[in-house]
């Protein structure tokens, strides 16, 4: 079946430009998960949802960031007036369950430098 | 959740047994180890968990030591395609969301 599936791959913006990204999850996965990846670095996470309830946005690096799931699908990772320091890979996974045991499948990223 | 220590980078001869140690000293009694892998320009794959006992699937096998303090990712027969970085992390209960550190650069050597 098909896996996460994230869009753009790429995104270039300049400074100050706000951005979307997306993420389709598995489809009937309840939990979706975003991550942040420097460059050399190993993801961080940003946010997650529970179908449409987002229970954990601890990581969310400022303000300029906001994440959804209105439907408790497709999610969308907003950044505001983006800066140079934004420039990173973001990744989102989903779960079937919530649970320890519980395995994330990621998406293969969006790749988002900011000029 | 608790820390790991990873080695940065290790090789290994393609057709021989790649194992890749992770020590996880401060691990608390309910918390599983989780393996995971990324490939160059991909996401992170899952390869295995556990909690105590050993653990063995079609990627790879998981050995945990009987104080739980470290553990040891085999991969049986190294091919080039496991050229990766490898995660070990500790995923705590209650808590959904994964801590990955820096992991080990893997690269299997033709």
């Known amino acids: 079946g098909a896996g996460v599936s994230q869009s753009p791959r790429y995104k270039v913006a300049k400074r100050g430009q706000d951005v979307a990204l997306r993420c389709d999850p598995i489809?009937?996965?309840?939990?979706l998960f975003w991550y942040q990846q420097a460059l050399g670095q190993g993801p961080e996470f940003l946010t997650y949802?529970?179908?449409?309830?987002?229970?954990?946005k601890s990581g969310l690096p400022s303000d300029r960031f906001f994440a959804e799931r209105p439907e408790g699908s497709v999610s969308t990772l907003k950044i505001q007036r983006t800066q140079q320091e934004d420039s990173a890979v973001y990744l989102c996974?989903?779960?079937?369950?919530?649970?320890?045991?519980?395995?994330?499948?990621f998406g293969p990223g969006t790749r988002l430098l900011v000029l | 959740d608790a820390k790991t220590t990873q080695p940065p980078s290790m090789d290994c001869a393609e057709g021989r047994a790649a194992n890749l140690p992770c020590n996880h000293s401060?691990?608390?009694?309910?918390?599983?180890v989780y393996w995971y892998r990324q490939i160059h320009s991909q996401g992170p794959q899952y390869i295995i968990h556990?909690?105590?006992n050993n653990e063995t699937n079609e990627m790879a096998s998981l050995i945990i030591t009987e104080d739980r303090k470290s553990s040891t990712l085999i991969l049986p027969h190294a091919t080039l395609r496991d050229t990766a970085v490898y995660y070990c992390?500790?995923?705590?209960?209650?808590?959904?969301?994964?801590?990955f550190g820096t992991g080990t650069r893997l690269t299997i050597i033709p």
């Open positions: 949802f529970q179908n449409e309830a987002q229970l954990d």
């Open positions: 489809s009937g996965h309840v939990s």
């Open positions: 556990g909690l105590k």
């Open positions: 992390i500790v995923r705590v209960v209650g808590n959904e969301k994964l801590t």
């Open positions: 401060t691990i608390s009694g309910n918390e599983y």
């Open positions: 996974a989903s779960s079937l369950r919530t649970g320890r045991e519980e395995t994330q499948y």
